[in-house]
Structure formats: structure tokens, C-alpha cells
């Protein structure tokens, strides 16, 4: 069966520091990957999709990027965060049949 | 551009109450609909998928229907239960294009359901 996982579950960092989340999906090849993020009273925002290795689209000019540098494997990165990047990042998977949507578990970032 | 739209925000019922949450959408070309179920600092757990061609979908209590041609969906919940208490959202997927790999989602219907 398929899995994805996301971490960490939570952090806090400073302002201007770098960012590094990672999510991984297991149980499939070549899927469709996402960041999203979701900030209190403004629902789900899509941040970046990726439909294979190296192919990056991003949906909302910020201060964040993404990566995927494996075909199960896709990074979300800043090299300087601000206070504005605060919010519940949740990773997606999904593939191109007629299935729908698998979500990750989320991450709380925290910037002070 | 596709709009989703969840009524109500929130709800509050007793426990064992039959209940309805609405959502509906301005463009009817999706691919498919799909529920999810969110509890508080959680990631999202699907509920119930419906592509375009069916009406219904079933899973125990829930029931969710979709009339595409007029831009709506229900998620019926039978005798709820104080364990249903979580936001819950529906997201459509777009039939085509360049974009069709992307959800939109409504912001969601708040439910409590008190013991």
C-alpha cells in the first residue's frame, strides 16, 4: 500500500534562517507531488506540484522553492524565512489514473 | 476560474443527529470531487472520492453525492457521532488542461457533534 510521510512534525525558527522540509511517498512510482499551505482563515493554498524528477511548477511567487531530486522525494526549501512563511505545510501525492488525493501529516512552522 | 464554496462554516449538533454539509462549485468541467476529513493540527484523511460520471459514494456512515451539472455536492453523516467532530472539506479536480493536476478547495464546515 502507499504511504507518505512528512517531517518534521514541528518547528520553530528564527527569522532569516533556512528552511528544509521533506516528504517522501512509498508504494508507487512517478507520482504527482505537492506542497500546499494552509494559514488560519485563508484555507489551502497550493505552493508547488511536481510531475516527475526535476520538473518543479510553482504556483505563488514567495520567498520559498522546491525540489525533487528523487522520484519519491520532494523538498520544500528557503534559504531566508520570514515571518509571513508561518503556517501548516501539508505534502500531497496522487497519480494520473482515477484516484484521488493522499495527504501527508503536516508541518507546523513556527517563525519568530 | 473554479470557486469552491462550503456551507455551513460550522455546524453543531447533538449526538445521533443526521446531518448534511453542502458544497458547490461555478465551473461543472471536474474530473472528480473529494472529501476530506481534517481534525485540529492534522493532515487531511480522504473520505470519500466521487469522479465525474457517478452520483454517489458510500463509505459506512457517510454518503456523498454530486450533481456536477449544477455545481454541487452533499456529504450526508448518519447518527453522528462525538468522534465526528473535525473541519471537513471538499476539494474538485479540473476535467483538463494544463492545470488538471490541481485541487481546489473549499475553506471548509466546521462540525461539533456534543455528547
Known amino acids: 500500500s502507499q504511504t507518505i510521510h512528512q517531517w518534521p512534525a514541528t518547528l520553530v525558527q528564527p527569522v532569516g534562517s533556512p528552511l528544509s522540509l521533506e516528504c517522501t511517498v512509498e508504494?508507487?512510482?512517478?507520482?504527482?507531488l505537492y506542497w500546499y499551505r494552509q494559514a488560519a482563515g485563508r484555507g489551502l493554498q497550493l505552493l508547488f506540484y511536481?510531475?516527475?524528477?526535476?520538473?518543479i511548477s510553482s504556483e505563488v511567487p514567495q520567498n520559498l522553492s522546491a525540489s525533487r531530486p528523487q522520484d519519491r522525494q520532494f523538498i520544500l526549501s528557503s534559504k531566508k524565512l520570514l515571518l509571513s512563511d508561518s503556517g501548516f505545510y501539508l505534502c500531497?501525492?496522487?497519480?494520473?489514473?482515477?484516484?484521488?488525493?493522499?495527504f501527508g501529516s503536516g508541518t507546523r512552522l513556527t517563525v519568530v | 476560474k473554479q470557486e469552491v464554496t462550503q456551507i455551513p462554516a460550522a455546524l453543531s449538533v447533538p449526538e445521533g443527529e443526521n446531518l448534511v454539509l453542502n458544497c458547490s462549485f461555478t465551473?461543472?468541467?471536474?474530473?472528480?470531487l473529494q472529501w476530506f476529513r481534517q481534525d485540529p493540527g492534522k493532515g487531511l484523511t480522504s473520505l470519500l472520492l466521487?469522479?465525474?460520471?457517478?452520483r454517489e459514494q458510500t463509505s459506512g456512515r457517510l454518503n456523498a453525492s454530486l450533481d456536477k451539472s449544477s455545481g454541487r455536492s452533499t456529504l450526508y453523516i448518519a447518527a453522528s457521532q462525538p468522534g465526528d467532530s473535525a473541519t471537513y472539506l471538499c476539494?474538485?479536480?479540473?476535467?483538463?488542461?494544463?492545470?488538471?493536476?490541481?485541487?481546489?478547495f473549499g475553506k471548509g464546515t466546521l462540525l461539533t457533534v456534543n455528547p
Open positions: 500531497a501525492w496522487s497519480n494520473s489514473g482515477n484516484y484521488g488525493y493522499t
Open positions: 508504494g508507487t512510482s512517478n507520482p504527482n
Open positions: 511536481s510531475v516527475g524528477i526535476g520538473q
Open positions: 465551473d461543472s468541467a471536474i474530473y472528480n
Open positions: 466521487i469522479q465525474s460520471s457517478q
Open positions: 476539494a474538485v479536480r479540473p476535467n483538463s488542461g494544463g492545470s488538471n493536476y490541481k485541487l481546489t
